[in-house]
């Protein structure tokens, strides 16, 4: 929705989107938001200032000139900087955690996006062909990211990232997050690829076509143009570049698949349908797992070890994932946006169709629900590694261990069935 590095300290495993609003709206009908992404925002109280913001402002100031920035860049970047109330609204709201996955992949996967993201790897051959051989990550795959996260560049959020950015650090959820990232946004500014009235982004500091928080920016960020400066901004082959770099750097393997939809079999083990068992494509071949389309897994294409997803439970489509996918998970630790890239970037090729219906009667738990159902799981000794409304993990063992003891499906799946039931008891 965020940002581009967001999977630095989040479980690679969420099994559904944190997602976070770029705030960018089209006009109905005419043009395409971008889809929202992963938010780095704890969710916590809010914190409560204790000095005033020109207090911190000071404080903060000695820690960037220690830091390496000059007073006068400083200075400069912080003219006129007012906390930004609309940053501390969004950081403190949580509706996209009641997105279903499916609502989610039905805006991600519009047929606009799709034609649009066709236009453009055709007119954008020559670059795509050299980013290809650059960085061996697919043409589809990069232009899929670019697609979700700013609609092809439309879209890349209106906010000043070193106001967003300082609010979050003085009055935010997650102070340091806001600190380390404010430091690597002026060494940004510093180094003269971007103006501070230009770095423009999201609520959450996450900038340009493709959405790179600061310090993914200093890392990964390049100049494919050929101009000496870094712009994620306003050159998309730099965007793209970034991108692929990124991509390729997480993990990338150029001569494997991400994966595909899958059938398995009405007796499989749904404990093992989880990011943290990785099996030899032989092993879920042999317990009946088969691809939805018919057929074998192609050897070639496949890697040693992958592993199973239910994104919306047993009742919805199972894929099976590769290395690649995870190294979309490194961009946004979210697998329902992993899932968004991947599919959109068959879709491009006219693949990607699902086969299996999801299970659209399911609510999703809203995170009053989703913090209940934590607490009864702890009550009932099954240890969900604390309480706080983000199913990771730890949460969704902890479901595993208790539908296994009750006899249920073990997929690991939060729903209004498993907390009525738990409340029952």
Aim: with cysteine; proline share 5%; aromatic share 10%.
């Amino acid at each position: 929705m965020e940002v581009k590095g967001l999977a630095m300290g989040l479980q690679l495993g969420a099994s559904l989107s944190v997602l976070l609003l770029l705030g960018a709206c089209a006009d109905a009908g005419a043009r395409e938001t971008p889809v929202p992404l992963s938010s780095p925002i704890a969710m916590a109280d809010a914190n409560k200032p204790t000095i005033s913001f020109q207090e911190w402002v000071k404080g903060f100031r000695v820690e960037a000139l220690k830091a390496g920035i000059s007073a006068d860049v400083f200075d400069r970047a912080f003219r006129g900087v007012t906390p930004d109330p609309e940053v501390v609204a969004a950081d403190q709201s949580q509706p996209e955690f009641t997105k279903a996955v499916w609502e989610y992949l039905g805006s991600a996967l519009s047929d606009k996006r799709v034609a649009t993201g066709k236009q453009l790897i055709a007119e954008r051959k020559a670059l795509l062909d050299r980013i290809e051989q650059t960085y061996g990550v697919p043409r589809e795959t990069v232009v899929a990211i670019w697609g979700l996260e700013s609609g092809y560049g439309q879209f890349q959020g209106s906010m000043n990232v070193v106001r967003s950015l300082a609010t979050i650090a003085y009055e935010g959820r997650r102070p340091e997050f806001g600190r380390s990232q404010l430091i690597a946004a002026l060494k940004i500014i510093q180094a003269g690829d971007i103006a501070p009235d230009a770095m423009l982004g999201s609520w959450a500091g996450a900038m340009g076509q493709t959405q790179f928080i600061p310090t993914t920016y200093q890392i990964h960020a390049v100049d494919f143009d050929g101009d000496k400066r870094r712009d994620i901004w306003n050159s998309v082959p730099d965007a793209l570049g970034s991108t692929a770099q990124y991509i390729s750097h997480s993990g990338w393997k150029s001569d494997e698949v991400w994966g595909g939809e899958v059938r398995l079999p009405k007796d499989f083990d749904y404990a093992q349908a989880d990011m943290s068992v990785k099996q030899p494509i032989s092993y879920w071949a042999a317990k009946g797992v088969v691809p939805a389309a018919g057929g074998k897994f192609p050897a070639r294409e496949y890697p040693l070890e992958a592993s199973i997803l239910l994104p919306a439970g047993y009742r919805g489509p199972a894929f099976i994932v590769t290395e690649n996918f995870r190294a979309v998970l490194a961009y946004n630790a979210s697998t329902s946006y992993a899932l968004a890239v991947c599919l959109l970037s068959d879709r491009f090729n006219d693949r990607g169709t699902l086969m299996a219906d999801w299970p659209l009667s399911e609510r999703p738990l809203a995170r009053a629900e989703r913090v209940e159902l934590q607490r009864l799981l702890t009550e009932a000794g099954f240890d969900t590694g604390g309480i706080d409304g983000i199913i990771g993990y730890n949460s969704r063992k902890a479901i595993r261990a208790y539908q296994v003891k009750h006899k249920l499906p073990a997929d690991g799946y939060p729903t209004a069935s498993l907390l009525a039931r738990l409340q029952s008891q």
